[in-house]
């Protein structure tokens, strides 16, 4: 007579998501996680760089009011450090109210090469300029890709829209190449009346 019964298998719970003091963006390395007055969570981030090490340029998303913010304020503006952005996240945290909204979710590939594209026509000034990778750290927390995937990206943009960027290479005595990403100028007004008609 067997005197031990055996029990039911009990089948695994299934992965719970990650809650806001885990989550972290792809492409993203969060450096610090505020709680704001009503417990929502200030992210301070840094890109992962080639999915590996910080970048010296900082963002703050905050969770709850949704705000981002990638520069200091006052007389003159420059990107995040640590330090500046450690001190603008816990400030905003100490002020702001809003409650715990939900996690961002991760847009299709097709919705995140529009947030790029619209990003590069709206930042289309009247002469060429290079665009960098950092330049996009304030759309990170929204497009949730890795910076391999933001290149990528920009090269195709670049191909099927000659008239927004361009991709150029500059290759050194040494053989280094490096590779550029140009924002062309925009059309001028006249040209646009012109197009219109």
Not at 30 to 44: H, Q, S, T
Not at 63 to 83: E, H, R, V
Not at 119 to 148: K, N, P
Request: hydrophobic content about 30%; charged content about 20%.
């Amino acid at each position: 007579m067997n005197l031990f019964r055996r029990s039911p298998a009990v089948p695994p719970a299934p992965p719970q998501p990650p809650g806001p003091d885990e989550w972290t963006p792809e492409g993203l390395l969060v450096r610090v996680r505020f709680a704001n007055l009503a417990g929502a969570r200030v992210l301070l981030y840094a890109r992962s760089l080639n999915d590996g090490p910080a970048s010296s340029e900082h963002g703050i998303h905050c969770l709850g009011c949704t705000g981002t913010w990638t520069m200091t304020t006052g007389p003159s503006s420059y990107p995040l450090d640590f330090f500046d952005g450690r001190e603008k996240a816990n400030e905003h945290a100490g002020q702001c109210r809003a409650l715990p909204g939900p996690l961002p979710g991760r847009p299709d590939d097709e919705t995140a090469i529009g947030i790029l594209t619209t990003r590069i026509a709206g930042a289309q000034r009247d002469h060429e300029f290079s665009l960098y990778v950092s330049d996009f750290t304030g759309d990170r927390v929204r497009l949730q890709r890795t910076d391999i995937w933001i290149h990528e990206q920009l090269a195709a943009i670049a191909d099927r829209r000659p008239d927004l960027l361009a991709v150029t290479t500059d290759t050194t005595s040494s053989g280094t190449t490096h590779v550029y990403h140009q924002v062309q100028p925009r059309p001028s007004t006249r040209t646009r009346a012109t197009a219109a008609r």
